[in-house]
């Protein structure tokens, strides 16, 4: 066992006992890749990480031993295709818990028939989420994560920048955000998505990138993000193609205000739903809250969207090392739409923005 896993199964089990946690079980998705390294294909076969009080093992697919092995030496209890996985999950209860388990950490994310068929064979078992366990674990992000985000971050920037020095009248959404995912292939990211909204467009939040061509005058909304070494990068910028319309500069000032409140209030200590407040209230009083339709940020490390969420309803205490976006919008139906978005870790004396770009407006060909 690496001596990464051996030291967050420590602190899983800490966290364990602090709960009065008897069994935890990870599906083959993030929490399995923050405790291991690796994660097997995810599919129907059930892959079920089993981690107890002394002993852990992992319930595997005969099809994917060989190569998760070569990132682990935790034990396995294999299954064939042609035995099905009923008896090997029994044994691997059997081996980490003999003694039966009673509060169960099920992984959110796991399939619910993996979730279902382990609770059936736990007679009396009462199940919980991994909040308290991993996902609490997982909130505060290390020194090594931190430099991968900040590595990921610088990768998003560069994008930016080829984005802004191609973008001209007559392209379409879709050949920019080529240009955006080649980037990150160049620098060895795999493109995660690419939000590339352009005019009356814009004023859809999650706009699916297409075959709009950008006008003279148009803001586009660039909302990009690719992902190495296992974590991901997320950042928005607005790109004028050759002008701007009326009225454009006013919201942009109010988003960055925003911006800046939120930033402001990202403290150890405060609650995130402070964190949204701040961002809110700024545009509230500018009279555009109707136009700020989601929330101000969510959480980022091995996933995109993770806790915390900073929302208007979460009393999750902040705490240094948290990692999260900041990113309130105005949503102008038919006209345009302005997002700013920073990725932060919470420091103690508050937020360290990532991305090393300005949240100006960028002008296509600068």
């Known amino acids: 066992m690496t001596g990464f896993t051996e030291k967050r199964l420590a602190a899983l089990r800490a966290k364990m006992a602090e709960t009065g946690t008897d069994l935890v ?30 002993r852990e093992t992992i319930v595997m697919p005969g099809l994917n031993a060989a190569e998760m092995r070569a990132h682990t030496d935790i034990g396995f209890v294999e299954w064939r295709d042609d035995d099905g996985p009923d008896a090997a999950l029994a044994e691997a209860i059997a081996e980490v818990e003999p003694d039966g388990a009673k509060r169960v950490v099920v992984d959110e994310a796991m399939r619910a028939d993996f979730a279902l068929n382990l609770l059936g064979k736990l007679d009396g078992a009462k199940p919980a989420f991994t909040g308290d366990t991993v996902g609490a674990l997982r909130l505060v992000k290390s020194a090594d994560e931190y430099e991968i985000l900040k590595m990921n971050a610088m990768i998003d920037d560069g994008a930016f920048r080829k984005a802004t020095a191609a973008a001209r009248p007559g392209m379409t959404e879709s050949e920019l955000a080529a240009i955006i995912n080649d980037h990150f292939l160049s620098e060895g990211a795999a493109p995660a998505f690419a939000i590339v909204a352009a005019g009356p467009n814009g004023a859809f ?12 005058g148009d803001v586009v909304v660039v909302d990009i993000g690719g992902r190495k070494q296992g974590y991901p990068s997320d950042m928005t910028r607005m790109l004028a193609i050759g002008g701007k319309p009326e009225g454009y500069d006013e919201v942009h ?10 930033l402001a209030a990202a403290r150890p200590g405060v609650k995130a739903k402070d964190v949204d407040k701040a961002a809110r209230d700024t545009i509230a009083a500018a009279g555009y809250s109707e136009y700020f339709t989601h929330r ?5 490390g091995i996933d995109g969207h993770e806790p915390p969420f900073i929302t208007a309803t979460n009393d999750q205490i902040l705490e240094e090392g948290m990692v999260f976006s900041i990113e309130p919008g ?8 302005v997002r700013l978005e920073d990725i932060v870790i919470l420091r ?8 090393e770009l300005p949240r100006t407006l960028a002008v296509a060909g600068g």
């Open 330 to 337: 105005i949503y102008l139906p038919g006209r345009f739409g």
């Open 205 to 216: 939040p999650h706009h699916h990138t297409g075959s709009r061509k950008f006008g003279t």
């Open 296 to 300: 101000t940020g969510h959480g980022m």
């Open 25 to 54: 079980a990870l599906g083959a998705g993030s929490h399995m890749q923050w405790l291991v390294g690796f994660h097997p294909m995810p599919d129907e076969r059930l892959c079920l990480m089993l981690v107890g009080r002394e």
């Open 253 to 262: 000032a109010i988003v960055e205000q925003a911006v800046q409140a939120a």
């Open 348 to 355: 103690k004396d508050g937020a360290e923005v990532l991305s």
